[in-house]
């Protein structure tokens, strides 16, 4: 057989996927699980978004234009305009998901053996690509404790080398649900042009921002030729099938890169870019997204609430996004927790699966004692959850000291 | 603004999209153009199809997995059961098109700095792609006086060195239309076999295949660990804008390695998998498959019989896809000769355009004297875009000649 021994051969498979075999396990002996593990919205897509998609009229299913059909980059212009921020078609680009548009920022703007800066913890998968495509990423290591607001500047700029090219972060952030104040992101800004280099903003939670406004990289002039913002409708607008999402820069030099990225994968996918268009032509869009952001935003404050009612939890209430991270009482292993909770735990046939920290840091060792939780639930299921959470842990704790007692 | 002397800078924008301004001035003209230069359908797509996804039960467009839908998979093993080829559902994966196909097989089997034998003329996206992951493409150089079909095994095994990783190739290709034989299949199969290489075999054009029988790489039980089936239905169900393909190998290793790929961009489209889904699940999408192949096949002889008629035209019966590669009289640099045939040419009202051949190869200053035409027009249409072409090179012709006189 030939050779596998390559960087794909070296990329980690996501815990939360090893562990999801556990989840279905339990399942089949009939028990319930709250599924606190996943970032995947459960409200429904909106109609005017689905009655697009079905009625469009397609006779010849063809390629799209690479950069986009142009009414979906005119729908997007103005879902920007809406939020005062003024974008030429020519400064964005539809893409095959968020996903895609993080890796055409990536692509064009680090080579193989260059550096990004990182705010941990992050987004699993940008180590996945960051991997694939050759580069290293340098963590920025922020606490629980602080909110997992940024370290002071200074800090920052001592992880900058003459191979860094870009500093990434997602904002509001999965998995902290951090929102970066304006403060934070000017001291970014001034690093990034100090040291001229590219601020990679990714942005899908935006609308989902529950203490005050949330920033967008798109709104500091002095950062044009190096701001990228990367974009994805999947949460916002409960669309995460639609694989649909966008970049935007105004650097016209790297869109031109950008623009032959777009055309050797030929073009974004057709269908859910009629269900866009028609879902942001609707006037009445702005208030479904602001009824999707209460929902978060009241579900978060049960969540919170819920959860500081357990002795000894360490979180802090997050600014944007569906996720918070969390210290849990007595656990020191989190993987450990969640493969308990799956295998050995039930109350009243129900169980709770949360996603082990660890596997949103760079930095080795950090964040065994953390676990993300996602509330993409009802709010009474959230409660729910979180009182079997806390039966769980009382139970893993006893079992941990007859482990240890019995080890002693 | 930071340095953008990166990999993606040194990326060619296609010739034919730099050309493609010339056709819409020439439209605001009033000119009618015969577009011989795309490789998209005409034909419509399946109502099976958009009817699968119009009436798709969906209520939360949620990411679909990762490997692609169940059903997605199931309908695409049945579809390669139909044709001879068993595969288990861990030996397929759900692609974003072809192209993120092709992007996975080049990925998990190559690193930065190895190199591909691909038989040039080729796809230009496969350079694309390569000089994206930092690999290089050897070319094995074929002769339109072959027919475009492989040189001596020899001559290929000359060109494979200890950075040699993988043999690549469209079959029936992109864009000559050669289709290969079995024979020559076994040779490449030889000599992967003995220098332990990747087969890439990219096979989007397989059911249009008219010399013969298509064969496929999954048809050599020996290369079961070193061949790679990319895949993709936007020709064979005119359904370019869908965005589905599929990745198949019987190596699970290698499968292991596309896995993770598959997780890090997190799904393909959901919407139109409900549409593969419902196609494949009517009886009857053989015969829609088959008689897309009918009018394609009758294209090409319409198309292939026509251009013998122009007198000094040099080209070989394709076998399969719709495209031909032709040397066109008095023609040294096609693309000077496609401006001309949409800047300065018509025939009462019309002209044509073709892709220059240039664009096709690796080797620098082959394929200038040709150019590729796919038939992707009705064949009335074909037939009088002859007559225009014949007119147009007879005053392309004594234009030079006027140029050249007033030059001596």
Redo the contacts between chains.
């Keep these: ?4 021994s ?4 070296t ?4 815990p939360i ?1 090893r562990l999801v075999p556990l989840a279905t396990a339990a399942k089949k002996r009939g028990i319930h699980v709250y599924h606190l593990n996943i970032g ?6 909106p109609k005017a ?2 009655d697009g ?3 469009a009229a ?7 234009p690479s950069p986009g059909i142009a009414d979906t980059i005119e729908a997007f212009r103005g879902f920007y305009a809406d939020m005062g921020i003024e974008l030429s078609s020519d400064e964005l680009r539809v893409t ?2 968020g ?2 548009a993080f ?1 055409f920022a990536l ?6 053996g260059t550096e990004i800066l990182v705010p941990e913890p992050f987004y699993p ?1 940008y180590m ?2 960051a991997i ?1 495509n ?1 580069l290293r990423i340098v963590p920025i290591t922020t606490r629980i404790e602080d909110g997992f607001h940024l370290p002071p500047k200074e800090e920052i700029e001592g992880l900058i080398t003459d191979r860094t ?1 870009a500093i990434l972060f997602s904002n509001p952030a999965n998995p902290t649900g951090v929102g970066y104040t304006r403060e934070e992101l000017e001291g970014l800004v001034e690093l990034a042009l100090k040291h ?3 601020v990679v903003s990714d942005e899908p939670y935006r609308e989902l921002m529950y203490e005050g406004h949330a920033v967008s990289i798109l709104e500091f002039p002095e950062l044009a ?2 701001a990228i913002l990367v974009d994805s409708i ?1 949460k916002r607008m ?6 649909i999402g966008c970049v935007a820069t105004r ?1 016209a ?2 869109m031109a ?5 777009c ?10 870019q009629y269900g866009l268009v028609a879902f942001l032509r609707d006037p009445g869009y702005r208030d479904v997204i602001a009824s999707m952001k209460d929902k978060f935003h009241a579900r978060r404050d049960v969540l919170f609430d819920a959860l500081q009612s357990l002795p000894g939890v360490v979180c802090r209430k997050p600014e944007g996004a569906f996720y918070i991270m969390v210290r849990l009482p007595g656990v020191d292993d989190s993987e450990d927790f969640v493969k308990f909770m799956l295998n050995e735990f039930e109350l009243d046939g129900e169980t709770v699966m949360v996603a082990p920290g660890a596997g949103f840091y760079a930095t080795a060792g950090k964040g065994h004692d953390e676990v993300r939780m996602a509330y993409v639930l009802e709010e009474e299921k959230l409660r729910r959850a979180v009182e079997v959470l806390r039966a769980g842990l009382e139970a893993y704790v006893a079992q941990c000291e007859r482990v240890s007692a019995a080890a002693g």
Tied chains: 1, 2.
Aim: glycine residues 6%; hydrophobic residues 35%; aromatic residues 6%.
């Design positions: 057989m030939p050779d596998l390559n960087r794909c051969a990329l980690k498979g996501s996927r995947q919205p459960d409200i429904p897509t978004f689905m998609v079905r009625t397609i006779d010849v299913l063809s390629y799209s095959i998901g996903s895609e890796v692509q064009t703007t680090c080579d193989a998968n996945g690509h694939v050759g090219r001229d280099l590219y030729q190096h999947s409960s669309a995460c099938g639609a694989r650097n030099e790297l890169s950008i623009d032959k990225l055309q050797i994968r030929l073009s974004a996918p057709s269908f859910a």
